[in-house]
T-cell receptor
Framework: NAGVTQTPKFRVLKTGQSMTLLCAQD?????MYWYRQDPGMGLRLIHY???????AKGEVPDGYNVSRLKKQNFLLGLESAAPSQTSVYFC??????????FGQGTRLTVV | AQSVSQHNHHVILSEAASLELGCNYS??????LFWYVQYPGQHLQLLLK??????LVKGIKGFEAEFIKSKFSFNLRKPSVQWSDTAEYFC????????????FGGGTRVLVKP
């Protein structure tokens, strides 16, 4: 049982480059979330989804886009990376009656 | 907007001491509440959760939390900590009316000295 899988685990980008982070879950969960974690700031919600084909903004959505074309996948895109987006990114999924299950995280450095 | 506040950013204590971490949430509707733990270099793991029923919730590793609706609080406790409890602890709430939006507090770093 894989749970929530994030790819890649590490990435270094140059300022202005683009990339997509992939989150996949095999628990048939309706809800999926993307967070960023920065020292002293906890986890801040970037975007989330309440089901296939839906997305919603969280606390810090600027500079990110998301898509949920399939129920099991939630993609996070950075169109033009900035050093301020250096962070650890976590994906999570849940159903209405469960806790959120987290992926292992993606450490992104933008230079 | 829904928010979650954790009272302490850093806590230092000795082994066998008791631990209590405060958590307050702002939303007055139906919420589910959680405590997660993050050990250094790892992802978040669930300690315990509250959905309904008995407001005193027991979790893994000897942790428990009490939901007090009138105070909008969900404090985490452990009677006797161990060195292995050194970690960062996060309180979170899931707001049912907002698409199960899951909001975290800022976290509390706990250091247990041997």
């Amino acid at each position: 049982n894989a749970g929530v899988t994030q790819t890649p685990k590490f990435r270094v980008l140059k300022t202005g480059q683009s990339m997509t982070l992939l989150c996949a879950q095999d628990m048939n969960h309706e809800y999926m979330y993307w967070y960023r974690q920065d020292p002293g700031m906890g986890l801040r919600l970037i975007h989330y989804s309440v089901g296939e084909g839906t997305t919603a903004k969280g606390e810090v959505p600027d500079g990110y886009n998301v898509s949920r074309l399939k129920k099991q996948n939630f993609l996070l895109g950075l169109e033009s990376a900035a050093p301020s987006q250096t962070s650890v990114y976590f994906c999570a999924s849940s159903s209405v009656n469960t806790e959120a299950f987290f992926g292992q995280g993606t450490r992104l450095t933008v230079v | 907007a829904q928010s979650v506040s954790q009272h302490n950013h850093h806590v230092i204590l000795s082994e066998a001491a008791s631990l209590e971490l405060g958590c307050n949430y702002s939303y007055g509707g139906t919420v589910n509440l959680f405590w997660y733990v993050q050990y250094p270099g790892q992802h978040l793991q669930l300690l315990l959760k509250y959905f309904s029923g008995d407001p005193l919730v027991k979790g893994i590793k000897g942790f428990e939390a009490e939901f007090i609706k009138s105070k909008f609080s969900f404090n985490l406790r452990k009677p006797s900590v161990q060195w292995s409890d050194t970690a960062e602890y996060f309180c979170a709430s899931k707001e049912r009316a907002a698409g199960n939006k899951l909001t975290f507090g800022g976290g509390t770093r706990v250091l247990v000295k041997p």
